[in-house]
């Protein structure tokens, strides 16, 4: 007899998973029944479900697969949910598979282990939708339902739950797995792509802005930003598209007043899968931020076409290949003069942009590119705190998918760590980089197991000012009285290394490449703590 929970493994593997996060318990053992015999899926296993959620997010991100997590009844859903909202407010595809108490004790309230009133309800919060199984016929559909999300429209969390007594159920009666076919993302009209053309190419100072929603070829997207000689502004989540050094190359923050003025003096401004969302485009929230010009937004998300900006052109699509159609087009529609306004434009809101940033922060920025320099194709991995806040102003990474962080969307701490493992298991032929604060990191402190179990060789940056410095400078410039900001902190070295991890202090700033070779050179994961005041202005 096939089990559900065995059927389950065959239904994965058969959507090409390859990595499961979890922590078994007694209420999902049985999804366990078979998952040691998979030739193809590999457990992790975190200390805590909110780590295995983050872990799932950082490889979603890198490898482009959802990240699949297995999550007992109860306290595992809730212990998640953060996790669930970080990749719910970034458009990170998560399968999140989790228990139920059995169907005949559901709805009842009487105090059974790990029950809630209504999981469903709680998890549709942060999903895109929540399933209950209530018959085994229910969790092919459930599945396809689940990847039809992930791949065809705007990726985002789905959690599926399976009673405990379902989870043995015979399962011989349901079809074999087959292997998935791919399904066609949907592409814009060509009615949408020839007025978007028309409008491009008609365009005197047209300015590109690209999201996370835009996953292409980094090739077409120069190719057409140089045709139709448009700066190409990067949000946090995209940045790396365009390599830091093209000449119409902005990998800068549009809260700040020299991306503001650009898109003012701009007559069109082409959106690529960005939601346009505050925390990038009004981060300080004083409202200015305003789109002048045409603005054609082009979205996999039809309902996000009409939120923060009223679009002159909304094209539905998927960013890639709606930008793959325009170029195809645009080699067929009149042929542009050349020109160097747009690097002209670029040059003068790069140098801008950084003098508007304060000493701190242009030395914050600097240490990043350290890090890069020395490692290069790095990936660094941010939690909230005071270096990753200044790259999300200015920073940009040698290649695409090399800086990601908890510090915009839903903005949650704890992030850098568990999510740095997801990454390096997505690309472990790329250096990965944790830079964390000393607040973030005990958050999921307890991941440096898992890094350990996983061998994989991150390094990880704990920037150390002893508490919440952001806040605590936010309470002194608003004249509140700091409370509740400064905190005990370990020496973290020393904790890393009961663990078995390579650790040490960075004694001077300019030790950090040294350091970080010793820390590649240790060939396992590594931390090195770094005291705040070595960046510090005299």
């Known amino acids: 007899m096939i089990t559900l929970g065995e059927y389950l493994i065959k239904l994965l593997e058969s959507y090409d998973v390859e990595r499961v996060f979890g922590i078994p318990g007694v209420h999902t053992v049985e999804l366990y029944r078979g998952l040691a015999d998979s030739n193809k899926i590999i457990h992790h296993t975190p200390r805590h479900e909110q780590g295995a959620g983050f872990m799932a997010d950082g490889y979603a991100r890198l490898s482009g697969k959802p990240g699949v997590c297995f999550i007992i009844t109860g306290p595992g859903l809730t212990n998640i949910a953060t996790a669930m909202a970080q990749a719910y407010a970034d458009s990170i595809p998560m399968l999140v598979i989790s228990g139920v108490n059995r169907l005949k004790d559901q709805g009842h309230c009487n105090g059974h282990l790990h029950e809630l009133p209504n999981q469903t309800a709680f998890a549709e919060q942060v999903s895109a939708f929540s399933y209950s199984v209530t018959d085994p016929s229910d969790l092919p559909q459930a599945m396809a339902r689940a990847f039809s999300v992930f791949n065809t429209s705007r990726p985002r969390p789905v959690h599926i739950e399976i009673p405990i007594d379902l989870m043995s159920a015979p399962a011989d009666h349901?079809?074999?797995?087959?292997?998935?076919?791919?399904?066609?993302?949907?592409?814009?009209?060509?009615?949408?792509?020839?007025?978007?053309?028309d409008l491009c190419t008609n365009a005197t100072n047209p300015l590109i802005?690209?999201?996370?929603?835009?996953?292409?070829?980094?090739?077409?997207?120069?190719?057409?930003?140089?045709?139709?000689?448009?700066?190409?502004?990067?949000?946090?989540?995209?940045?790396?598209?365009?390599?830091?050094?093209?000449?119409?190359?902005?990998?800068?923050?549009?809260?700040?007043?020299?991306?503001?003025?650009?898109?003012?003096?701009?007559?069109?401004?082409?959106?690529?899968?960005?939601?346009?969302?505050?925390?990038?485009?009004?981060?300080?929230?004083?409202g200015n931020f305003r789109v002048p010009g045409t603005l054609i937004r082009v979205d996999i998300d039809p309902t996000q076409l009409h939120r923060n900006a009223q679009a002159d052109l909304a094209i539905v699509g998927d960013a890639r290949l709606t930008l793959q159609a325009l170029l195809s087009s645009l080699s067929r529609a009149k042929t542009l003069p050349p020109s160097t306004k747009g690097s002209q434009r670029t040059a003068r809101t790069n140098d801008k942009a950084r003098s508007e940033l304060t000493p701190e922060m242009n030395t914050q920025i600097d240490f990043l590119r350290q890090i890069n320099d020395t490692l290069p194709g790095a990936i660094i991995v941010g939690d909230s705190t005071q270096a990753v806040y200044a790259g999300n102003l200015y920073y940009s990474p040698d290649q695409p998918k090399g800086w990601m962080n908890s510090a915009t969307g839903f903005g949650t701490l704890g992030y850098g760590l568990p999510a740095a493992i997801g990454a390096k298991l997505a690309s472990?032929?790329?250096?990965?980089?944790?830079?964390?604060?000393?607040?973030?990191?005990?958050?999921?402190?307890?991941?440096?197991?898992?890094?350990?179990?996983?061998?994989?060789?991150?390094?990880?940056?704990?920037?150390?000012?002893?508490?919440?410095?952001?806040?605590?400078?936010?309470?002194?410039?608003?004249?509140?009285?700091?409370?509740?900001?400064?905190?005990?902190?370990?020496?973290?070295?020393?904790?890393a290394q009961a663990y078995g991890l390579h650790a040490e202090h960075l004694k001077t700033a300019d030790d950090l490449p040294n350091a970080l070779g010793r820390a590649v050179s240790s060939g396992k994961p590594a931390l090195i703590q770094i005291e705040e005041q070595l960046y510090k202005l005299s």
Request: hydrophobic content about 40%; charged content about 20%; glycine content about 8%.
């Open 428 to 495: 472990p032929e790329r250096p990965v980089v944790c830079l964390t604060g000393d607040g973030g990191i005990q958050f999921t402190l307890g991941e440096l197991g898992a890094a350990m179990d996983a061998m994989t060789p991150i390094i990880i940056l704990v920037w150390n000012n002893d508490g919440y410095r952001e806040i605590k400078s936010y309470m002194e410039d608003n004249k509140i009285k700091p409370e509740g900001v400064d905190l005990t902190t370990p020496d973290f070295p020393t904790i």
């Open 174 to 197: 349901l079809p074999l797995p087959k292997v998935q076919p791919s399904i066609n993302r949907p592409q814009a009209s060509s009615a949408a792509i020839t007025q978007a053309i």
């Open 209 to 286: 802005i690209i999201g996370g929603g835009f996953n292409g070829d980094t090739s077409d997207l120069c190719t057409f930003a140089e045709i139709i000689d448009s700066p190409v502004v990067m949000t946090v989540n995209a940045r790396g598209q365009l390599p830091s050094d093209h000449p119409l190359a902005i990998p800068v923050s549009p809260s700040l007043g020299a991306v503001r003025d650009l898109i003012q003096q701009s007559d069109l401004v082409l959106t690529l899968g960005t939601e346009l969302g505050p925390t990038d485009f009004d981060m300080y929230y004083d």
